[in-house]
């Protein structure tokens, strides 16, 4: 079992600290335009732009990572919407602050480049982390934002799950995350201590929540190696179901709290279920976006 679950665990740390995800992607060749705008002094984002018409799309990536992640979806997305990226602080060509990494904050950074490009009637569309700046966004600027759409991102990182799924999931290599080291700034970290409990209560705008259905170890990492060993397939099938319930349990909160809102699951897809199941998220948003006033 033990080279077994070490492969596991590295791939796992690879899934959750990589910038990019360990499957094959497609590349487009049509490149984006690139601007920067201010958010408060001496705070520049950058602004990713894939053209198009119609209502706009603002993209917000999963920790660590910068709106080039959306790249091949994006340009699917520009098809039928005007599609920009948003690169939070502290990553990739943004502005590295030392403050500012709260939920809260990180959310008026989103209004303040909808503000400067005059975006009106503006859709969030947030992967994982970036759940924490839809919700508050969503809840402080109704005026702009029309709608919001979270893919694996409707979650209250604050809720800690029971010590035997914990156990688990650290023996599957989950808890593989970035820590705090003295002396080193690591805006990662700030994002992870700056998250807060979600009050869905307070948005005014429709809402959807995509969710991965994962049923199977190699749904959730994909490109994984093959897991034989009969403990080590118990264990990773285990980890599996806690997922599942985890997830039920962030999805039903999340359907309490938001008045107008919709939940998905997508059957075999994974944490970047924007890749795993492109067309089916495609459709997902599109549908969302017809029913939008």
Same mark, same amino acid.
């Given at each position: 079992?033990d080279?077994?679950?070490?492969?596991a665990?590295i791939?796992?740390?690879?899934l959750?600290l990589a910038?990019?995800? &360990?499957? @094959?992607?497609d590349?487009d060749?049509?490149?984006?335009?690139?601007q920067?705008?201010?958010?408060?002094?001496?705070?520049?984002?950058?602004?990713v #732009?894939?053209?198009?018409?119609?209502?706009?799309l603002v993209l917000?990536?999963?920790?660590g990572?910068?709106a080039?992640v *959306?790249h091949?979806?994006?340009?699917?997305?520009?098809?039928? +919407?005007?599609v920009?990226?948003?690169t939070r602080?502290?990553f990739?060509?943004?502005s590295?602050p030392?403050?500012?990494? +709260?939920?809260?904050r990180?959310?008026?950074?989103v209004a303040s480049?909808l503000e400067?490009?005059k975006?009106?009637?503006?859709?969030?569309?947030?992967?994982?982390?970036a759940?924490e700046?839809?919700t508050?966004? =969503?809840g402080?600027?109704?005026?702009r934002?029309? =709608?919001l759409? *979270?893919?694996?991102?409707?979650?209250d990182r604050t *809720?800690s799950?029971p010590?035997?799924?914990?156990?688990r999931?650290k023996r599957?290599g989950f808890l593989?995350?970035?820590k705090a080291v003295a002396?080193?700034?690591?805006?990662?970290?700030?994002?992870?201590?700056g998250?807060q $409990?979600?009050?869905?209560?307070r948005?005014r705008v429709p809402a959807?929540a995509? *969710?991965p259905s994962?049923?199977?170890?190699?749904e959730?990492?994909?490109g994984s190696?093959?897991?034989?060993?009969?403990?080590t397939i &118990?264990?990773?099938?285990? @980890?599996v179901?806690?997922i599942?319930a985890v997830r $039920?349990?962030?999805? #039903?909160e999340?359907?309490?709290?938001?008045?107008?809102?919709?939940?998905?699951?997508i059957?075999?897809?994974g944490?970047y279920?924007?890749?795993?199941n492109?067309a089916d998220?495609l459709r997902?948003?599109r549908r969302f976006?017809d029913?939008l006033p």
């Amino acid at each position: 079992m033990d080279g077994q679950l070490r492969r596991a665990q590295i791939v796992v740390a690879s899934l959750l600290l990589a910038a990019v995800p &360990a499957f @094959v992607q497609d590349q487009d060749r049509r490149q984006p335009n690139i601007q920067f705008v201010e958010v408060e002094p001496g705070v520049r984002l950058e602004v990713v #732009d894939w053209g198009g018409k119609r209502r706009p799309l603002v993209l917000l990536s999963g920790l660590g990572e910068t709106a080039h992640v *959306y790249h091949q979806f994006a340009t699917k997305l520009a098809e039928t +919407n005007r599609v920009y990226g948003i690169t939070r602080r502290g990553f990739g060509a943004s502005s590295v602050p030392r403050s500012g990494y +709260n939920a809260a904050r990180l959310a008026e950074d989103v209004a303040s480049v909808l503000e400067v490009l005059k975006l009106e009637g503006a859709v969030l569309v947030g992967h994982s982390v970036a759940g924490e700046e839809l919700t508050a966004a =969503g809840g402080r600027h109704p005026e702009r934002i029309a =709608g919001l759409v *979270y893919l694996d991102a409707a979650s209250d990182r604050t *809720y800690s799950t029971p010590p035997e799924m914990q156990e688990r999931a650290k023996r599957m290599g989950f808890l593989a995350m970035p820590k705090a080291v003295a002396g080193q700034f690591d805006p990662r970290v700030e994002v992870r201590n700056g998250v807060q $409990k979600p009050d869905y209560s307070r948005i005014r705008v429709p809402a959807l929540a995509i *969710y991965p259905s994962t049923r199977t170890w190699q749904e959730y990492a994909p490109g994984s190696p093959p897991i034989t060993d009969p403990e080590t397939i &118990a264990l990773a099938s285990q @980890v599996v179901a806690d997922i599942a319930a985890v997830r $039920k349990r962030m999805s #039903d909160e999340f359907l309490a709290g938001v008045r107008n809102s919709r939940v998905v699951y997508i059957p075999a897809a994974g944490h970047y279920v924007f890749r795993t199941n492109e067309a089916d998220v495609l459709r997902e948003i599109r549908r969302f976006l017809d029913s939008l006033p």
